[in-house]
């Protein structure tokens, strides 16, 4: 049983922005399309680091589209600050913000531009080793809050319904409704933002952990960008100067920005300035949110945190039967739970429903072990229906499997936290 | 045009400047159903600067209208130089290739020189989910290059291992290619794990061919599969006038307690056309779900039934868009009907 310990906490964020973005290729754009034609703002990787004694826990947020893109050159950052901060390794999570305007794998031909993208990999990788040892270095005495409301207009579910019983997307080269279909409705959407706030004894901001069961990538575009997680992180930074804020996927396999996005402009840099005004809009109305849940929050300065990890064994079309690893981090009222794979926003709504935690915040593209796993799991109804996130097909009841064992796990935590 | 009705179209045309994508959306379906010329600059318009959803359902109904407006909006829209002239954007080459088989449809084949890029690049996606489409084009030298993309080998092979949506889009494709192999093909999807491919696949293997050996394996289906959504479809696909057995099956369902399933009864009841199942639809007109509502007017407008003066009144101010644009139009093919009937 862990015991109450008064709780130390550090947080840090180091520029991830490539030095040399000309012609890169940019993560979760077509292949087809061409290079980066430079930044329009900064990448960053973030991290925060929480202790009640020896207990202790590791979260690293990057500006990547998923954690397979650093694969496998991050285990060995991870096996460093295992051993720095005498953290057992499965507590030191990397997540991606699922930022698609980020630093993808170089397939092209260029041999200039692959040596720059491992040189930019090799670099990343020294700066998420300096990053943990930062926090870790830095921890000082804190004191925790939590809490959750909804934003409007900001997310919604990218899965549009036909009365034929399919789905399409209509992005990128999903499907668009056949001549005389009928559009039903959109999906499941979840408008709450979670927040994780922390502060320093005498109050000030250290950090804020954001998460949202959504998905930052609103535009192709040709520029580096943090998309809406990097507008969000810089909101509430202003909001709370001292605090470093990390944003996190969620459970966003089936979310998109708002349906009232405008059409993208033909003209790049007017696209560009579009992407800006919006996110500067979007994120505007998540730090809004954001600020109130913090107005209402109570803060504790002693905590028990522990942690779990539970692997249902399940089958899948591409992979066969595997162990699909689920886990977990608590402190006090509040549990993290983390997934590789892109979960959808029903599956989190299911699990804050089961949870015995006063918040349940999930934490979608967790690196793994193999590299492996970071794609779409969609319920079963979603396989029914089709779409581009349900290529991948699972055994029946996959989805509910997942969310028993979660809960499980989610249960068995909360006895220890709370004893 | 009375003033009444003036307002009725005036209502479809403002709903293609709604602020919502799927009503403006909606409000070219309706268009398109109405097909009739005066929409062609407002539908039009929304090709210029609009949502996919919306462009795309503004380009089918152009395609309805026909005519000269109509004709030039869809050419520009097969080159389509609104957006960035990348491949894989927002369904670029979707709206492009549904504005050449708009204007196809309208025995204009000048949109096909405009997409020579995707006819000799590898967007085969997009040829599936318009693939019915383009093979119910009549089989002619000028449709030719757009009909010879879709082709059995393709269909077959390169997506035969796809999301449940692509697997219905081709299981319907299938129909539209006789032989053997089209038949296994579509029969191996009667046992599909989606109900929407199953459902697919029953109507499929009737458009194939309605033979004796395709109606058993459609009624096994029925008989075998008790999900909602294949009885209604399965029901409705085998229905002959007068049987009881779809009306049996359409009322087990219109009272579900899935919105889903209760708009897919009344999308069955719309086809069976039994006027003894009207006062089921009219009933659905005040359910809690706005999608329900929006296909008890449509399965009643499909019926001939020209809407009562109350029921009018009410669904022009239903709370949700949609609907009341479905009743906007309902009300004008009622009003049209009276006229040509004087």
Not at chain 1, 177 to 186: D, E, L
Request: aromatic fraction near 6%.
């Amino acid at each position: 049983m862990s015991e109450r310990h008064p709780l130390h906490a550090g947080f840090a964020k180091v520029n991830i922005t490539p030095t040399e973005p000309q012609g890169l290729n940019l993560f979760g754009m077509p292949r087809q399309w061409p290079g980066a034609r430079g930044v329009l703002d900064d990448l960053h990787a973030r991290a925060m680091y929480l202790a009640c004694g020896d207990s202790k826990f590791l979260l690293i947020v990057c500006d990547t589209v998923h954690p397979r893109t650093t694969h496998p050159h991050h285990l060995a950052v991870i096996e460093h600050l295992a051993a720095y901060g005498g953290i057992p390794r499965d507590r030191i999570w990397i997540v991606a913000t699922h930022c698609h305007s980020a630093v993808g794998e170089e397939g092209r031909s260029n041999p200039h531009l692959r040596k720059v993208a491992n040189r930019y990999r090799l670099t990343l990788m020294e700066k998420l080793r300096r990053l943990g040892e930062q926090v870790i270095d830095g921890a000082k005495p804190a004191k925790l809050g939590h809490g959750e409301a909804p934003v409007e207009d900001v997310g919604t579910s990218r899965r549009v319904k036909l009365d034929d019983g399919f789905v399409i997307t209509g992005w990128g080269d999903g499907p668009s409704p056949p001549p005389g279909a009928r559009i039903v409705g959109r999906g499941e959407h979840d408008p709450n933002v979670g927040v994780v706030m922390v502060r320093g004894l005498d109050d000030e901001p250290l950090g804020a952990l954001v998460s949202y069961n959504s998905h930052v990538h609103a535009y192709p575009i040709v520029y580096f960008t943090s998309e809406l997680a990097g507008a969000v992180c810089r909101g509430l930074e202003r909001r709370f100067p001292g605090a470093t804020a990390l944003h996190t996927h969620g459970a966003g396999g089936d979310a998109a920005l708002g349906e009232n996005l405008e059409p993208q402009l033909p003209d790049p840099e007017a696209a560009a300035g579009q992407h800006r005004r919006v996110m500067r809009q979007m994120s505007r109305r998540v730090v809004d949110c954001i600020e109130g849940v913090v107005g209402q929050m109570r803060f504790s300065t002693q905590g028990r945190l522990t942690a779990g990890q539970v692997s249902p064994s399940i089958w899948n079309s591409v992979d066969g039967k595997i162990e699909e690893p689920i886990w977990a981090v608590a402190i006090n009222d509040v549990a993290l739970l983390g997934e590789a794979r892109e979960m959808f926003v029903a599956y989190a709504q299911g699990l804050k429903a089961r949870s015995p935690f006063r918040s349940t915040f999930v934490l979608g593209l967790r690196h793994t072990e193999t590299g492996s796993g970071n794609s779409y799991f969609p319920p079963d109804h979603a396989l029914e229906e089709g779409g581009y996130e349900s290529k991948r097909w699972y055994e029946p009841g996959a989805n509910d499997r997942m969310l028993d064992a979660a809960t499980k796990l989610l249960t068995r935590l909360h006895r220890e936290v709370s004893a | 045009m009375s003033r009444a009705d003036e307002a009725l179209w005036k209502r479809l045309l403002n709903g293609t400047r709604d602020g919502t994508p799927f009503v403006r959306a909606d409000a070219a379906r309706q268009l398109g159903v109405l097909c009739d010329a005066r929409a062609a600059d407002a539908l039009a318009a929304m090709l210029e600067h609009d949502h996919h959803y919306s462009k795309i359902t503004a380009v089918y109904a152009l395609g309805y209208i026909g005519g000269r407006k109509a004709a030039g909006a869809l050419r520009a829209c097969a080159s389509d130089p609104s957006v960035f002239d990348m491949p894989g954007f927002y369904n670029h080459d979707m709206i492009r290739l549904a504005a050449v088989l708009a204007l196809l449809w309208n025995d204009d084949d000048s949109g096909l020189e405009r997409i020579a890029d995707l006819l000799g690049e590898d967007r085969l996606e997009a040829y599936v989910h318009l693939g019915q489409a383009i093979l119910e084009l009549p089989a002619t030298a000028t449709n030719a290059p757009l009909r010879d993309k879709v082709t059995r080998e393709l269909l077959m092979d390169r997506f035969r291992q796809e999301n449940a949506a692509i697997q219905g889009r081709v299981t319907g494709c299938m129909a539209y290619f006789p032989g053997a192999a089209s038949r296994r093909f579509i029969v191996d999807q009667l046992s599909h794990m989606s109900r929407y491919v199953r459902a697919a696949a029953a109507q499929s293997l009737l458009r194939l061919k309605r033979s004796s050996a395709n109606v058993e394996a459609v009624e096994t289906l029925l008989k075998r599969d008790r999900t909602a959504f294949v009885q209604l479809k399965a029901a409705a696909l085998l229905h002959e006038p007068g049987d009881p057995r779809a009306v049996r099956i359409v009322r087990r369902h219109i009272g579900d307690e899935d919105h889903f399933v209760r708009a897919t009864a009344l999308d069955a009841l719309a086809s069976l056309k039994e006027p003894v199942l009207e006062a089921d639809a009219a009933a659905r007109l005040g359910d809690e779900h706005p999608y329900v509502r929006l296909c008890a007017v449509e399965a009643l407008a499909a019926m001939k039934r020209a809407p009562e003066a109350r029921e009018r009144k009410a669904l022009l101010r239903d709370g949700d868009a949609r609907v009341a644009l479905a009743a906007a139009r309902w009300a004008i093919e009622a009003q049209n009907a009276v006229t040509v009937a004087g």
